[in-house]
């Protein structure tokens, strides 16, 4: 337990890091996602197609391999970048496909009245967006997209694989090359992961119910 | 009028109508860009009945959009292109060894190994996850609670911790595992979990009657799970078990972190070798597209062919 303590300061850090790295992903893939839900419900067929495609093909792909393409493969056609956001900008690019996923899933769940109803206003389609879609999906969305969250949280530890290891999994390997206690620091690691998960969890169910409005 | 009708029509039936013209174009057109205006609504998919069918103002400023997205993706992709063969990836030179059988054997067989761990992993967390499943829907505490522990601990682990652990802590304890289970074990406990989760839902998405008819009928707690529930849970939760495989299948590429020979592995080896790291790693790429495209179109088939699994099966951690 004397370990832990010890370094608590390089666990402190690797969730800072790690922290760091999922708020960015999120962020990234929260704006990419939303361009690519509004592609997929847009009139403009060539956006429509390529949305769909992007999400299908995304999605298919191991989020380790996208990790690798970039972090490896970039630098071999001359990008050049910190390795930190490099791997961000793999895994925004990986999440956006599943963040337009749960926006898409979101405006299917507003009633089609709504929609008609904002149609026979004569509400053209930003408008439609703008005034009555979003403001409804926006609620429906917040459960799944606190999944997504933690599931970009949890995957963030994929980074260390390829190499940015200042993050929570990264030194906690490192710790436990340094002194060989595999119970006790990755106990340490897994009870840090599994509150955020509880946390991010919690907060999503609260202010659920807060916006919750009843049909 | 008539062009109005049509459209709140199928704004109605929606989904069910799948896909259809959703731009009227200003005449009809001949055959051949007709058919390829068809094929490209079909990859579009259905829309969601935001818009109106436009008028005459509305085609020409969907035209003008059309074009204009269509200059911005051909600029996205001319950049690419132009970026990779800046930097002489596209000589023909560096992509011609993946035409040659030696190597093509090699990414089979690491395909094969990618497989194996899939199919291995699977077949041994599938058991178990139902077993989690009937734990945690028990009545007995002392079954429920180390089972909603386990799920919801496991679950919110990441599986490379998990892998490290393993390949870290292993042999500290003075064990020795192959490297295959190595791998294979963590993907287990992580997917029992997930498993777990996916069968409870489905079993808790049976409506309440088919339950309570087996116990009008007198019979117990574990008759009414073998004989009434469980057979439709399955039923119903075969597609979303098909994507979990999915994912498995994308689980098996934390190899390359345990230097186990799957797919992505052999992509490093193969680029550090040959100097074609980009070329490795996109046809690797390409190679989890078509496999994963073509589970997702088993689960997609499967969904049609039991009418419609309930939506809320499984409380699916993307991913």
Known sequence: ?215 | MTPLLAKGQSAVAGEVAGDRGTIPGPRPASAAPRRAKALLERLAGPDEGLFDPPGPRGRRRIAVASAVSLVILAALVWAVVHQFAAHGQLHAGQWRIFGQWPVIHYLLTALWATVRVTLVSGVIALPFGALLALARLSHTPLLRWPAAVYVEVLRAIPLLLLIYAFLLGLPNLGLHVPLFWQLVWPIVFTNTAVFAEIFRSGVRALPRGQTEAAQALGLSHWTTMRLVVLPQAIRQTAPALISQTVRLLKDSTLGYVVSFLELLNAAKVLGEYDHTVVQAYLVVALVYVVVNTALAATAGGVERRLGGAPSSAGRKSPG
């Open chain 1, 1 to 215: 337990m004397g370990l832990i303590v010890d370094h608590i300061g390089v666990f402190g850090s690797g969730l800072r890091v790690s922290a760091e790295i999922s708020a960015c992903t999120f962020v990234l893939a929260a704006l990419l996602g939303a361009a690519l839900a509004v592609c997929q419900i847009s009139p403009v067929l060539p956006l429509r197609v390529f949305s769909r495609l992007y999400v299908g093909g995304v999605r298919s792909i191991p989020l380790l391999v996208l990790l690798t393409l970039f972090v490896f493969g970039l630098p071999e056609i001359g990008v050049v970048y910190s390795l930190q956001w490099t791997a961000v900008t793999a895994m925004g690019l990986y999440w956006a496909a599943f963040f337009c996923e749960v926006l898409r899933a979101g405006v299917r769940a507003v009633p089609r009245g709504q929609i008609e109803a904002a149609r026979a206003l004569g509400l053209g389609f930003g408008q439609t967006l703008r005034l009555v879609v979003l403001p409804q999906a926006a609620r429906s969305i917040i459960q799944p997209a606190a999944s997504l969250l933690i599931a970009v949280t949890l995957n963030s530890s994929l980074a260390a694989a390829v190499g940015v290891t200042q993050e929570l999994t990264g030194q906690t390997e490192l710790l436990d090359q340094q002194y060989a206690q595999p119970l006790l620091t990755f106990g340490a690691a897994a009870l840090a992961y599994v509150t955020v998960a509880l946390w991010v969890g919690w907060l999503a169910g609260a202010l659920d119910r807060k916006l919750a409005v009843s049909r």
